[in-house]
């Protein structure tokens, strides 16, 4: 809000709360009374994937007190919770286009009518893979992944770097030879290059792409595999695959459940090279002869 603070420091993580009315975020606050708290900085998600973000207010209603809060993200309000707070834990989700990258994160608290316990503590979440051992658990933003902004006065030299959004299927692009001509029984492959909604090169750690391709009247079905290409910051990708049926496919490239631009893609599998033990021989002229000028006929397939 408006007006000068009364006091300001350095917190290594946003986690305060008070057992009774007299317990303030800073002595210089009078007891009893209305306080609001800013708290400003950055955060680095290790992760291009989307997270969720919660202010918890474990204590409020307890002694009549009202809070409220809000949150920015990457510049984006995503907990407005100033009129009212339909929760003690109001959450809001965003998707970041960079792991390790910095983002501008700014919370905003306020507790009025303070009879009793109040506090606030700033949590976070990652699902985005399903693998326990990878995603980021449900806990408070430790202070390895919160860090202090320091304003650059006006006439100092600064560099801007501003980061992609996130993944968007439509924009990111595919190429190469085996989107549209391959062999049966040879491995083929395509290029994916990952990009946001404005055509930036979007890094994605764990890549949500999937290559299928479906051959005409529905079968047969095959999967594609889908790796990353280092450097990982280039946000590329190649989709391989080995097909055995000779024919034409539709091949699918989708980032989650959208495809991705052009998709999809109109494939001919050629048949492979000629192969003695699979071709067959057939006919009368096998195992009955004939009197020249008569010939004794045989097919090969």
Partial sequence: GAGTPKASRVDSTVDWSATASVSKPSATLAAATTFGVRWIGFVQPSRAQQYTF????????TAGQVERVKLWVDNSIIINQWSSLASTAPSGTIGFGRGNGYYDIQALYKCTNVGGSCGYGLFWQNTGTGVASVDTSYGRIPSTRLFQRLDVPNGFASGLRIQPAVECASASTVSGNGLTL???????????????????VREDVLPSFSATLLGSGGIPVYAGSVTSLPPTTLGQYVASYTVQSAKGYNVFVKYGTDNLKGSPFALTVNPAYTCGTTSTIFGWGLTTSSVSPSKSPFTIQ
Wanted: glycine letters at 8%; aromatic letters at 8%.
């Fill in 54 to 61: 919660s202010l918890a207010m474990p204590l409020s209603g």
């Fill in 182 to 200: 391959a062999t049966a029984g040879v491995a083929a492959s395509f290029m994916i290059q990952s990009k946001d909604a404005y055509d930036n």
